[in-house]
């Protein structure tokens, strides 16, 4: 899933305050506990939710949209995994909104997916007129080498491509001038009544500074149908040195089989100013295609 995107404005404020927001994901070179959480709050964040879902009698969560950390999971051989959402971003000086993002992901055998990600941008500033272009093309492929089965440890690597497509999106400021090679690993363990998704990753940026980033997911099913969960994510780059941590809470809502209700809200963890949003969001749907090869609700 793509992330927070970024547009020549918000990159420059970025840069003033050495700080930046990637389309794409990152990986720190600190120590990994102040680069998971990204801030003091974020930990406290982190501590209170844990607490609340132990308290929980079972849980299951899944990495994937409607969050930004993926997970081991495939759709399974020759099986399809279609997700269509609305993506608002909302920053103190203007708004960024993938309308829609379309994220298309096929099974190749049981443990391998091919990924193909874009999005039609819509960037509104009251300094200029509303802006429409496409957006970046994120091919990926992944590939969960090792199985430990429902409630095992699963591992797998996601690597990834963000490349501009051609046009005058960047000339024109909806996508960033950067191309971005990431090579992330996502892992999957079921703890008691809780199932966590993990993800670490770094970010090779041609034009611009390598970053990193990293995700936690935790959930619950609280019937049959409803799931719902907390994302803890944050991404930054090294140099210069800085992170945008935020927290997400969200559910999916298996409507009737193929289709899944996505539904995520959140904001940054940060105080909200140009590259920090106040509102993070995702509305939209997942189609598992063909229905037959999906267990029936």
């Known amino acids: 899933m793509q992330q927070v995107p970024i547009t020549s404005q918000i990159w420059e404020n970025t840069l003033m305050l050495l700080l930046r927001v990637e389309d794409a994901p990152r990986i720190a070179r600190v120590p990994l506990l102040l680069r998971t959480l990204g801030s003091i709050s974020m930990l406290r964040s982190l501590i209170l939710l844990l607490v609340l879902f132990f308290a929980a009698a079972s849980a299951y969560a899944q990495g994937g949209p409607p969050y930004y950390t993926n997970d081991p999971g495939t759709p399974g051989n020759l099986n399809w995994e279609i997700n269509l959402g609305y993506m608002p971003f909302f920053y103190s000086n203007q708004s960024v909104s993938h309308t829609p993002d379309v994220d298309i992901n096929f099974g190749v055998g049981e443990r391998v997916q091919l990924t193909y990600e874009n999005a039609w941008l819509r960037v509104q500033s ?120 935020t927290i997400g809470l969200g559910a999916r809502y298996k409507i009737h089989r193929p289709v899944i209700l996505l539904l995520m809200a959140g904001r940054s963890l940060e105080p909200a100013r140009s590259n920090q949003s106040y509102f993070i969001g995702y509305f939209g749907i997942q189609l598992l295609l063909p229905p037959k090869s999906y267990k029936l609700e």
């Open 126 to 245: 009251p300094l200029s007129a509303t802006k429409f272009g496409l957006g970046q093309s994120n091919p990926g492929v992944k590939w969960r080498f090792y199985d430990g089965g429902e409630s095992g440890l699963s591992i797998s690597t996601f690597p990834q491509l963000f490349l501009n497509n051609p046009g005058d999106a960047v000339r024109r400021g909806i996508t960033p001038p950067s191309d971005v090679f990431l090579l992330p690993f996502e892992f999957s363990r079921k703890f008691g009544p809780i199932h966590v998704d993990y993800e670490i990753g770094y970010q090779f940026v041609h034009k611009g500074p390598d970053g990193w980033i990293t995700g936690l997911v935790l959930g619950h099913d609280f019937t049959p149908k409803l799931e719902m969960d907390m994302e803890l994510y944050s991404q930054g780059t090294f140099h210069p040195s800085g992170n945008q941590p």
